[in-house]
């Protein structure tokens, strides 16, 4: 257990959709990162907080959007759904930036697009 | 903009050999390279990382290697094991503050 927390585990929704994903940081860490790894692909970077704040962004669609609240938790919004967004979303989080030590990701949220 | 490349993309290898796997980094000023290792169905978890200051670095059968001056750093496993079977992901910690990452190699062993 990593200590980092996603929900849902699982989602299905249809095309046009909205769905938004929950993260719960590891006690302590400031930093929640997102990303993306659709079948058999490598890890796409989204986006990162730290402490509240976007601190780096990636290759995150203008339809997905995120933020990171005072608790320190974080929502990964993903609107007007397309088929092509299925994909198994992971958060991490760290304690400081990503260069201080390792990212502890959670087991992810899988994302079907119908 | 930075980019690092991991190869090859799909290794397979026998049982108790070694295996290696290379990524190469376009940005100069990566000082922080970290390797992750994903199990089937699992999240990505980190096996060893080395900053600039070092040029290897082990941990039992794992170890990394890292040259700066061609910019490039290697992962290094002996002895496998079935349980090594998965997917290894490289990064590099670059200027722009983010952890860029390899397209990841599949390792497969064989019994």
């Known amino acids: 257990d990593s200590g980092v927390t996603q929900t849902p585990k699982h989602l299905i929704t249809a095309t046009g959709q909205r769905v938004t994903l929950r993260c719960s940081p590891r006690?302590?860490?400031?930093?929640v990162y997102w990303y993306q790894q659709s079948l058999d692909q490598g890890l796409q970077f989204l986006i990162q907080?730290?402490?509240?704040?976007?601190?780096a962004k990636g290759n995150i669609l203008e339809r997905f959007s995120a933020q990171q609240f005072p608790d320190l938790h974080s929502e990964l919004n993903l609107s007007s759904l397309e088929l092509g967004d299925s994909a198994l979303y992971f958060c991490?989080?760290?304690?400081?930036?990503?260069?201080?030590?390792?990212?502890?990701f959670g087991e992810g949220s899988r994302l079907t697009v119908l | 903009g930075e980019n690092v490349e991991q190869h090859p993309s799909t290794l397979s290898v026998q049982e108790g050999d070694s295996a290696v796997i290379k990524c190469t980094y376009s940005d100069s000023a990566s000082n922080y390279f970290p390797w992750y290792k994903q199990e089937l169905g699992k999240r990505p978890q980190l096996i060893i990382d080395?900053?600039?200051n070092v040029g290897e670095k082990k941990d039992q059968r794992i170890a990394v290697t890292l040259n700066k001056t061609a910019k490039h750093f290697s992962l290094h496993i002996t002895e496998t094991q079935p349980e090594d079977s998965a997917v290894y992901f490289c990064a590099a910690w670059g200027s722009n503050y983010q952890l860029i990452w390899g397209a990841g190699t599949k390792l497969i062993i064989k019994p």
């Open positions: 080395i900053r600039s």
């Open positions: 907080y730290y402490n509240g704040e976007e601190r």
């Open positions: 006690s302590g860490d400031l930093s």
């Open positions: 991490a989080s760290s304690v400081d930036t990503a260069n201080t030590g390792e990212l502890f």
